[in-house]
């Protein structure tokens, strides 16, 4: 049997009109450009990138929002975007999302119960909704007494609960979490945190957790994925991660995340210093697509993009450093 979710060679191009010129002459973004990872069942796997490294591209693929341009996505090695088919109902309520911003996600206009009972009705048989809804709103904590408030009258913690709550309600497998805390106070966050972790428990949830946030990583996953500019370019056990990192994107990130103990300052890279800026998502330049911040890069660097080498037990790394020392 093959991995719960595994994503092989996945690639999703947009095509724009030509940035900052009045010529629409289109453009291809390549949002995400051959990534491959697998994710198994009751685990945590995270991807972590900056703003435009195409991780939430990969979440709103996976839930069926975009098609992709190349590549496949096995769900229980079924493709879920084979040739000719509709993704079926009972695939769909296996796989939810929980978005960053609980506040535009829910519908200001329902009350908790008609927001709760939405997806029981598109996907479940049960005729007690009611009965349903207070079972959900157990299961994350929060009382009856819910279920006729509206959005506006929760907290920005309470509302990403409903919005866990909703994910919940197709009895889902496999639960995306793009930034479920980033919008929310850092005193709410291990609140949301613990809730989900609780839940991952008794439920055996497998989570996709996005985040640009490496110190939260650190308490919720299991392995990482690290992006870059819609590529993945190191992937490793969260301790492993954390003790050798080996892409010196990854070290740049690592260096400069605060720590709180001695050992993990010890473990942490020596300060690694990035030249210059992230390029525009439209404008990547060729070969390595780090090489113009990268304080290793070589004269091969600027001219071939570098493929994912193993070195060993689940860690991989998309680097000519390593293909070389192969
Ligand atoms: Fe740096 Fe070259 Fe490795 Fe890219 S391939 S991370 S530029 S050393």
Do not use: W
Request: glycine share 6%.
């Amino acid at each position: 049997m093959g991995a719960f979710l595994e994503a092989i060679d996945l690639k999703k191009y947009f095509v724009i009109g030509h940035e900052g010129t009045v010529h629409r002459t289109p453009v291809t973004v390549k949002a995400v450009d051959g990534v491959s990872f697998t994710l198994q069942q009751g685990e945590t796997f995270g991807l972590v990138g900056e703003s435009g490294s195409g991780k939430s591209t990969i979440a709103y693929t996976i839930i069926g929002m975009y098609q992709p341009t190349a590549g496949s996505l096995l769900f229980h090695d079924l493709d879920l975007f084979g040739k000719g088919k509709t993704r079926p109902l009972a695939l769909r309520k296996q796989i939810q999302i929980v978005f960053q911003d609980p506040g535009s996600s829910l519908n200001p206009r329902q009350t908790i119960r008609q927001i709760l009972e939405l997806p029981l009705r598109l996907h479940r048989s049960s005729s007690d909704l009611l009965t349903e809804v207070v079972r959900l709103l157990e299961l994350v904590d929060l009382p009856p007494a819910y279920l006729y408030k509206y959005p506006y009258m929760l907290s920005g913690g309470e509302k990403q609960i409903v919005a866990i709550a909703r994910a919940l309600a197709t009895s889902p497998s496999l639960i995306i979490l793009d930034e479920p805390t980033s919008a929310l106070d850092v005193s709410v966050q291990g609140k949301i945190i613990n809730l989900l972790l609780r839940l991952q428990r008794e439920l055996d949830l497998s989570y996709l957790f996005i985040t640009h946030d490496l110190s939260l990583m650190r308490n919720v996953a299991s392995r990482v994925a690290i992006m870059y500019l819609g590529k993945v370019c190191e992937i490793a056990e969260m301790s492993e991660f954390f003790t050798h990192p080996q892409h010196p994107y990854t070290q740049m990130l690592l260096s400069s995340i605060p720590v709180v103990t001695e050992e993990e300052e010890r473990a942490k890279p020596v300060k690694v210093i990035s030249t210059g800026e992230i390029p525009s998502p439209v404008n990547v330049p060729p070969g390595c697509s780090f090489h113009m911040r990268c304080p290793r890069a070589m004269e091969i660097c600027q001219r071939v993009d570098p493929a994912m080498v193993s070195l060993g037990e689940g860690h991989t790394v998309r680097c000519h450093l390593f293909e070389q020392s192969q």
